[in-house]
């Protein structure tokens, strides 16, 4: 499972190493520093070159030069030792050269990618004269990313057959055809639809009427009849709700974020009928007992992973610890595992629970990569052999499956596969990454390469496809054995993509991207990682996060589509579990969270009231005092472990159905 950003937490110790080491490099004359151009404007996927000048007391040039440059946000940009900058994202992009211990800063501002591919979906049948259709209408920039943002100027060529306003709302006017095109940024998207005489004499809609809970989603159907009562087939169906807290899409389906009473229109030409639905509440919450609890002091938590009766927990340092946990009220220290690392992110076990492995980062010989861990003696694992040969620059995240591991490599944003059929003797047997945006950069303070542009935070595998969590580049499936395009574990292969517009989902100055990955049933559940583009895992000052749960529907492997999130408002989400219908993740500064995802899902989760319970983590003992950084959870057996970086481990167990109008906080 992942962590924190790699290039999120280097830029507060660079900036603070290269300022010492550049006062030693340049003139001690050098009295102001500046870039040129202070300000600037640009787009994504252009790259701009600054200048740095430096000035005496006297206001004469001087000979200083930038030993070191940055542009910030990090996953936004990308800044050489010349001062060219590559940019990634838009928003707002601070460049930084430190001169003479100076820094100099130029702010430049980052427009959207120029839109190069407007999709306009087809119509399932003609549109009957009369009747109307909202369009949907995918707008892509050139760096892939989909835009919402675009206002597109959209017209008929022949509007005595079909009209468009700007909304994209086509209606029939009269039998015939008529090309259809939507623009922007010199894009254009059309679309050939047919309209034809109505023969509707009446609608029948399905169900007349229903009953459902808050999230659940109800189908309806509509079947258009002619005069003898046969049935049109494919006919357009314009569905509507009336009632805040609903919504129903183009195929009938109905959610409600709200209980209350709806009325369900359909529309096909003409002719238009209703049906009723009753909401109630959801009524999922349930309360959450504390059993036990693991403290570190002084000491922030990772990740945690379980089998039989122990508890092996990673850390923001140099060990992993071993915790007996036969009794859950009383976990005890088995064994303690030190590493040469700062960031121990992850820890997992084969299913048979016999070999461990573990990532590292920050380790003091630059050489981090996998630590494979004897875990035969599940209390007392001991160090068994290691991989770094490929992957140095650090690993973030790990996955195991057969004999292989998958795991995310830093430098290079690639995944890498190792095989440890040979334990002792791991080795690489393939690579597979997205086309880099930006060369690779020598990291002056650490001579660390790592990739600016392409980053790769998490990877499972499940039933032969490999699900990437690639930041900016989303959510990624490889076929590594599933038989769908011949891939392997040792060949993957590219099934699909699903890219999300991070900026328009945060703002500026936020680092911002695809975070965590967990398949389930027919769904992928895609999290967001949001902070902001300067703080210090180490610090004792709370971190702010944000991030949505994005819920994505598989069932077409091919063609990936978003159909719900989860958004936590206080909080951002981390690493999540799911097993039995029961998702339990850590939301960071929202604590831990319990779900239902039971059923189909679509819409506002958090709004439909399918949250089961909440953990605050917050303790006067923590790292970060009485503030929650709730990193994960998982369930095993009959309780839930929370892993919250600045308290430790909550061990809860779910308990009774809360009583309505109950005040009682969770875990009390």
Same mark, same amino acid.
């Given at each position: 499972?992942?962590?924190?950003?790699?290039?999120?937490?280097?830029?507060?110790?660079?900036?603070?190493?290269?300022?010492?080491?550049?006062?030693?490099?340049?003139?001690?004359?050098?009295?102001?520093?500046?870039?040129?151009?202070?300000?600037?404007?640009?787009?994504?996927?252009?790259?701009?070159?600054?200048?740095?000048?430096?000035?005496?007391? +006297?206001? @004469?040039?001087?000979?200083?030069?930038?030993?070191?440059?940055?542009?910030?946000?990090? #996953?936004?940009?990308?800044?050489?030792?010349?001062?060219?900058?590559?940019?990634?994202?838009?928003?707002?992009?601070?460049?930084?050269?430190?001169?003479?211990?100076?820094?100099?800063?130029? =702010?430049?501002?980052? *427009?959207?990618? =120029?839109?190069?591919?407007?999709?306009?979906?087809?119509?399932?049948?003609?549109?009957?004269?009369?009747?109307?259709?909202?369009? @949907?209408?995918?707008?892509?920039?050139?760096?892939?990313?989909?835009?919402?943002?675009?206002?597109?100027?959209?017209?008929?060529?022949?509007?005595?057959?079909?009209?468009?306003?700007?909304?994209?709302?086509?209606?029939?006017?009269?039998?015939?055809?008529?090309?259809?095109?939507?623009?922007?940024?010199?894009?254009?998207?059309?679309?050939?639809?047919?309209?034809?005489?109505?023969?509707?004499?009446?609608?029948?809609?399905?169900?007349?009427?229903?009953?459902?809970?808050?999230? !659940?989603?109800?189908?309806?159907?509509?079947?258009?009849? +002619?005069?003898?009562?046969?049935?049109?087939?494919?006919?357009?169906?314009?569905?509507?709700?009336?009632? !805040?807290?609903?919504?129903? +899409?183009?195929?009938?389906?109905?959610?409600?974020?709200?209980?209350?009473?709806?009325?369900?229109?359909?529309?096909?030409?003409?002719?238009?009928? /209703?049906?009723?639905?009753?909401?109630?509440?959801? @009524?999922?919450?349930?309360?959450?007992?504390?059993?036990?609890?693991?403290?570190?002091?002084?000491?922030?938590?990772?990740?945690?992973?379980?089998?039989?009766?122990?508890?092996?927990?990673?850390?923001?340092?140099?060990?992993?610890?071993? $915790?007996?946990?036969?009794?859950?009220?009383?976990?005890?220290?088995?064994?303690?595992?030190?590493?040469?690392?700062?960031?121990?992110?992850?820890?997992?076990?084969?299913? !048979?629970?016999?070999?461990?492995?573990?990532?590292?980062?920050?380790?003091?010989?630059?050489?981090?990569?996998?630590?494979?861990?004897?875990?035969?003696?599940?209390?007392?694992?001991?160090?068994?052999?290691?991989?770094?040969?490929?992957?140095?620059?650090?690993?973030?995240?790990?996955?195991? !499956?057969?004999?292989?591991? $998958?795991?995310?490599?830093?430098?290079?944003?690639?995944?890498?596969?190792?095989?440890?059929?040979?334990?002792?003797?791991?080795?690489?047997?393939?690579?597979?990454?997205?086309?880099?945006?930006? *060369?690779?950069?020598?990291?002056?303070?650490?001579?660390?390469?790592?990739?600016?542009?392409?980053?790769? &935070?998490?990877?499972?595998?499940?039933?032969?496809?490999?699900?990437?969590?690639?930041?900016?580049?989303?959510?990624?499936?490889?076929?590594?054995?599933?038989?769908?395009?011949?891939?392997?574990?040792?060949?993957?292969?590219?099934?699909?993509?699903?890219?999300?517009?991070? &900026?328009?989902?945060?703002? +500026?100055?936020?680092?911002?991207?695809? &975070?965590?990955?967990?398949?389930?049933? @027919?769904?992928?559940?895609?999290?967001?990682?949001?902070?902001?583009?300067?703080?210090?895992?180490? #610090?004792?000052?709370?971190?702010?996060?944000?991030?949505?749960? &994005?819920?994505?529907?598989?069932?077409?492997?091919?063609?990936?589509?978003?159909?719900?999130? $989860?958004?936590?408002?206080?909080?951002?989400?981390?690493?999540?579990?799911?097993?039995?219908?029961?998702?339990?993740?850590?939301?960071?500064?929202?604590?831990?969270?319990?779900?239902?995802?039971?059923?189909?899902?679509?819409?506002?989760?958090?709004?439909?009231?399918?949250?089961?319970?909440?953990?605050?983590?917050?303790?006067?003992?923590?790292?970060?005092?009485?503030?929650?950084?709730?990193?994960?959870?998982?369930?095993?057996?009959?309780?839930?472990?929370?892993?919250?970086?600045?308290?430790?481990?909550?061990?809860?167990?779910?308990?009774?159905?809360?009583?309505?109008?109950?005040? /009682?906080?969770?875990?009390?």
């Amino acid at each position: 499972m992942p962590s924190i950003p790699t290039f999120a937490r280097r830029v507060l110790p660079l900036l603070l190493l290269l300022s010492a080491a550049v006062c030693a490099q340049t003139p001690k004359n050098a009295k102001t520093v500046k870039l040129s151009p202070e300000t600037a404007q640009a787009e994504v996927g252009q790259q701009l070159k600054f200048s740095v000048a430096a000035t005496d007391a +006297d206001g @004469n040039p001087t000979e200083a030069k930038a030993a070191f440059w940055v542009a910030l946000p990090g #996953d936004s940009a990308a800044a050489d030792d010349s001062g060219n900058v590559n940019f990634f994202a838009p928003g707002e992009v601070k460049v930084i050269a430190i001169i003479n211990g100076r820094p100099a800063i130029a =702010r430049v501002s980052v *427009k959207p990618a =120029r839109v190069t591919k407007i999709e306009l979906d087809k119509l399932s049948a003609p549109l009957i004269v009369g009747g109307s259709y909202k369009l @949907n209408a995918k707008v892509i920039g050139a760096n892939g990313d989909p835009r919402s943002d675009v206002a597109l100027a959209w017209a008929s060529e022949n509007p005595a057959v079909a009209v468009v306003d700007a909304a994209g709302i086509v209606t029939g006017i009269a039998p015939g055809k008529a090309k259809l095109s939507a623009k922007a940024d010199g894009a254009t998207g059309e679309l050939l639809v047919e309209v034809v005489k109505s023969t509707v004499r009446n609608l029948a809609l399905e169900p007349r009427t229903a009953t459902a809970r808050t999230g !659940d989603v109800v189908r309806f159907s509509a079947t258009a009849k +002619d005069a003898n009562g046969g049935a049109i087939k494919n006919a357009v169906v314009r569905w509507s709700v009336s009632g !805040d807290g609903a919504t129903i +899409d183009a195929d009938g389906g109905f959610v409600a974020a709200r209980p209350g009473t709806y009325a369900i229109s359909a529309a096909v030409g003409d002719q238009t009928t /209703t049906a009723s639905i009753v909401v109630a509440p959801r @009524n999922v919450e349930r309360s959450l007992e504390l059993v036990g609890r693991v403290r570190l002091k002084d000491m922030q938590v990772s990740e945690q992973w379980m089998f039989g009766n122990y508890l092996y927990i990673s850390t923001v340092w140099d060990q992993i610890q071993v $915790y007996d946990i036969s009794d859950p009220k009383s976990p005890k220290l088995t064994e303690t595992v030190k590493v040469d690392a700062r960031v121990v992110n992850d820890v997992s076990l084969t299913p !048979d629970g016999k070999i461990g492995v573990v990532t590292r980062e920050g380790a003091s010989s630059r050489k981090n990569g996998i630590v494979f861990l004897d875990t035969t003696d599940l209390a007392h694992p001991k160090v068994l052999s290691e991989y770094t040969a490929t992957v140095t620059g650090g690993v973030h995240s790990a996955y195991i !499956d057969g004999q292989y591991v $998958y795991l995310t490599d830093d430098a290079t944003g690639s995944m890498r596969v190792i095989s440890f059929k040979d334990v002792k003797n791991p080795r690489e047997v393939a690579r597979w990454e997205v086309p880099a945006k930006a *060369k690779a950069v020598q990291n002056a303070a650490t001579g660390e390469a790592f990739s600016e542009g392409r980053y790769l &935070h998490d990877v499972q595998v499940k039933d032969g496809l490999a699900y990437l969590a690639y930041w900016r580049d989303g959510l990624i499936i490889l076929d590594v054995g599933a038989g769908i395009k011949g891939g392997s574990p040792e060949n993957p292969k590219l099934v699909s993509q699903l890219r999300f517009n991070h &900026h328009e989902l945060y703002g +500026d100055g936020w680092l911002a991207g695809t &975070h965590e990955v967990y398949r389930y049933k @027919n769904y992928v559940f895609v999290g967001d990682e949001v902070f902001p583009e300067q703080f210090n895992i180490y #610090d004792k000052a709370r971190i702010a996060a944000r991030g949505v749960l &994005h819920v994505v529907d598989v069932s077409d492997i091919t063609n990936p589509r978003k159909v719900a999130e $989860y958004a936590v408002p206080e909080g951002g989400a981390h690493n999540v579990w799911v097993k039995d219908d029961v998702l339990v993740m850590g939301y960071y500064g929202g604590g831990g969270r319990v779900l239902d995802v039971s059923g189909e899902l679509r819409g506002d989760l958090y709004q439909q009231g399918r949250e089961i319970a909440r953990l605050w983590t917050g303790d006067p003992q923590g790292f970060r005092p009485n503030i929650p950084f709730t990193w994960g959870a998982r369930q095993f057996g009959e309780y839930i472990f929370f892993n919250d970086v600045n308290s430790g481990i909550w061990i809860m167990k779910l308990g009774q159905p809360k009583q309505k109008g109950s005040t /009682t906080a969770p875990g009390e």
